[in-house]
């Protein structure tokens, strides 16, 4: 069986905690800490006694390579994934996913690929290179990435693919991951409605389902050939106005994982007011 899990950036803004508290009600198997400013995240005690209190594995780590994290473990992108994939192997996580690197980060991008393998074999971590899309500014591409956004072109040996990112670069998700083939090891479950050339501009993580993505022909493939790898919810739940309308949203998302890689055991989002209490005192949102 395929293990589903969630990222905490599917509760964003509101605190690591409340992350783990809606995957647990959602009925995820596990979850997925995006590194962050926010100091739980960095912190292997803290998470693994969330994930003790939650009884939900950490299932990967997300190196803070975003432009929001830019100084969280300081500027040195080498040093970020250091560290990533020692947090991961303090927590028990298998998979740190990481981004190419920025075009600016020069020294860093001609190393790269060489880090991704010599930390991964220390570490006895899998460090999967997550694809994205190239930049436009005014209508005019620009080079965001070094060696590149597309990672079907990487020499790297695991690979992390993200629905969204696949339909802003208007590539073909399930094209990807069959000439992926063994090299796909870990996705985010999304969606996306269109590509830069097509005017999309931003990247839009919807539900699966709601995009143009092949999203429920990739989970099949991934289950009828046995895949081991694992499957992660990174959805956009931003506009809900309370708990129980984001909790529905992470169920839905649950639920076309489960279905479309033919798991039948599905949950209801709770309905009973405990369910959807807020948090007690002293808990941050």
Same mark, same amino acid.
């Given at each position: 069986m395929i293990r589903i899990g969630m990222s905490t950036t599917c509760a964003?803004?509101?605190?690591?905690?409340?992350a783990f508290r809606l995957a647990k009600l959602a009925g995820y198997d596990g979850i997925e800490i995006?590194?962050?400013?926010?100091?739980? *995240?960095?912190?292997? &005690? !803290?998470?693994?006694?969330?994930?003790?209190?939650?009884?939900?594995?950490?299932?990967?780590?997300?190196?803070?390579?975003?432009?929001? *994290?830019?100084?969280?473990w300081g500027r040195d992108p080498l040093v970020k994934l250091e560290r990533s994939a020692a947090l991961a192997a303090e927590v028990g996580a298998r998979t740190v996913v990481v981004h190419p690197p920025f075009r600016w980060q020069a020294d860093f991008a001609v190393t790269f690929l060489d880090s991704v393998r010599e930390i991964s074999a220390d570490r006895g971590i899998e460090i999967a290179v997550e694809n994205m899309f190239p930049w436009k500014f005014? %209508?005019?591409?620009?080079? &965001?990435?070094? =060696? %590149? +956004?597309?990672t079907t072109r990487m020499d790297c040996d695991a690979v992390t693919l993200d629905f969204s990112h696949c339909a802003l670069s208007g590539l073909d998700s399930l094209a990807m991951a069959t000439e992926l083939g063994d090299r796909l090891r870990h996705v985010h479950l999304c969606d996306g409605s269109g590509s830069l050339d097509e005017g999309k501009v931003f990247d839009e993580h919807l539900l699966p389902g709601r995009g143009s993505? =092949?999203?429920?022909?990739?989970?099949?493939?991934? &289950?009828? *050939? %046995? +895949?081991? %790898?694992?499957i992660v919810a990174?959805?956009?739940?931003?506009?809900?106005?309370?708990?129980q309308e984001r909790?529905?949203?992470?169920?839905? *998302?649950? !639920?076309? &994982?489960r279905l479309h890689t033919a798991q039948r055991r599905v949950r209801r989002a709770p309905r009973s007011p405990r369910a959807h209490e807020s948090l007690r005192p002293g808990q941050q949102h």
């Open positions: 964003y803004p509101l605190s690591t905690e409340h995006m590194v962050s400013r926010d100091d739980v *995240t960095q912190d292997a &005690a !803290a998470l693994l006694a969330l994930s003790r209190k939650y009884k939900l594995p950490i299932f990967s780590i997300h190196a803070p390579v975003l432009l929001l *994290t830019h100084f969280v005014g %209508g005019r591409g620009m080079k &965001a990435y070094s =060696p %590149g +956004w597309d993505e =092949p999203v429920a022909e990739v989970l099949n493939l991934l &289950a009828r *050939t %046995g +895949w081991d %790898g694992r990174e959805v956009n739940t931003r506009k809900a106005r309370t708990e909790l529905v949203l992470l169920v839905e *998302t649950l !639920a076309f &994982a």
